[in-house]
C-alpha cells in the first residue's frame, strides 16, 4: 500500500507528471497555465498524488478533483487527470488513487464525484455508473449559400477574468471567439482541426452564425438529441456522429442529484 498524499492545489511534482502524461509524450500542449489555470486555486482544487519511493521529489501516480457547486447549493467534485507514470503502470497504484479520492470526497462533505471517460469499464469497479453519454463528430456545410450577418471575431480566452480561469482543453492550442447580434461562438483550434465548442443564442441565430462563418468541416461535441444539430440538419448540414465520452457518477449519499451539464471547457 503506498501513501497517497493529498494537498490543496497541484505540487511541481504532479504538475510535471501531468505534462509529461497527458501534453509531452502526446506531442501537444501550451502550458499547464493555458490549459487548467484553475490549478492555482487551492480553495476548489484537491491533487492526490504518490511519490516514487526512491525519489520522493518525483510523482509517479496522481489525479486532480475539483469541487464545483450546483445550483441546488450541493457540491460535488470534477475527477480527471488520473495517470500513472508508465514506468509504474500495472502496480495498483490507479486503483489506490481512486479509493482515495472516494474517502476524501466523503471527508469534505462533496455529494458524488464526476468524470469523462471513453473506457467506462474502467471505473465500473470503482462503483461509478453511466449517466449520459455525448455524441461527437464533424458538421459539413450545406450547398446553398448563407445570407449575409454581421459578426465580429476575438481571441478566446480574451481578457475577461471568467474566460482566462477556465482555460483550454488539452487538444487546443488557441481559440476565438465569434459574435453576432443575437450568437456566439467559441472555436477552438489545434492538430489541423476546428472544434465548435461553445454556443450561445437561440438555435436558429446559432445554425445562421455557423453558416456564415463556417468554411471548412468543423469537429462538434453536443449532448444526445440536441436541437442545435436537429436544426443544422434541417438546413443541410451533413452531420456525421459518434458515441463520444460516457459521463459517470459516483453518489456519496442515499439521494442521487441531478447534475447539471457541464460545458466541454469546464472538463477536466
Known amino acids: 500500500m503506498s501513501d497517497v498524499i493529498a494537498r490543496a492545489g497541484a505540487s511541481e511534482a504532479a504538475r510535471a507528471l501531468f505534462w509529461d502524461v497527458f501534453f509531452s509524450s502526446r506531442g501537444r500542449g501550451v502550458s499547464l497555465q493555458a490549459h487548467f489555470p484553475w490549478l492555482e486555486n487551492d480553495r476548489e482544487v484537491t491533487c492526490l498524488e504518490i511519490r516514487d519511493p526512491s525519489n520522493l521529489e518525483s510523482a509517479i501516480a496522481a489525479l486532480i478533483i475539483r469541487a464545483i457547486e450546483l445550483p441546488t447549493g450541493e457540491s460535488v467534485g470534477l475527477i480527471g487527470l488520473v495517470c500513472v507514470h508508465e514506468a509504474w503502470r500495472g502496480t495498483g497504484l490507479s486503483v489506490e488513487l481512486m479509493s482515495a479520492a472516494m474517502g476524501h470526497a466523503m471527508h469534505n462533505g462533496l455529494s458524488a464525484l464526476v468524470l469523462w471517460t471513453q473506457k467506462p469499464g474502467i471505473y465500473d469497479r ?32 480574451g481578457s475577461d477574468t471568467h474566460d482566462r480561469e477556465r482555460g483550454l482543453p488539452p ?11 443575437c450568437a456566439e461562438l467559441i472555436l477552438l483550434g489545434g492538430a489541423n482541426r476546428v472544434t465548435l465548442a461553445e454556443w450561445q443564442g437561440e438555435d436558429s441565430q446559432v445554425a445562421s452564425l455557423i453558416q456564415a462563418v463556417m468554411a471548412e468541416p468543423w469537429v462538434i461535441n453536443v449532448c444526445a438529441q440536441s436541437a442545435l444539430v436537429a436544426e443544422l440538419t434541417k438546413r443541410g448540414f451533413r452531420v456525421d456522429l459518434v458515441p463520444g465520452a460516457v459521463r459517470m457518477i459516483k453518489w456519496l449519499t442515499s439521494r442521487p442529484l441531478k447534475v447539471h451539464p457541464i460545458k466541454l471547457i469546464d472538463r477536466i
Open 171 to 181: 487538444f487546443a492550442l488557441h481559440g476565438k471567439r465569434i459574435k453576432s447580434e
Open 126 to 157: 470503482h462503483g461509478f455508473r453511466f449517466d449520459e453519454q455525448d455524441s461527437t463528430g464533424s458538421i459539413y456545410l450545406p450547398n446553398e449559400c448563407a445570407d449575409n450577418i454581421e459578426y465580429v471575431t476575438s481571441d478566446w480566452p
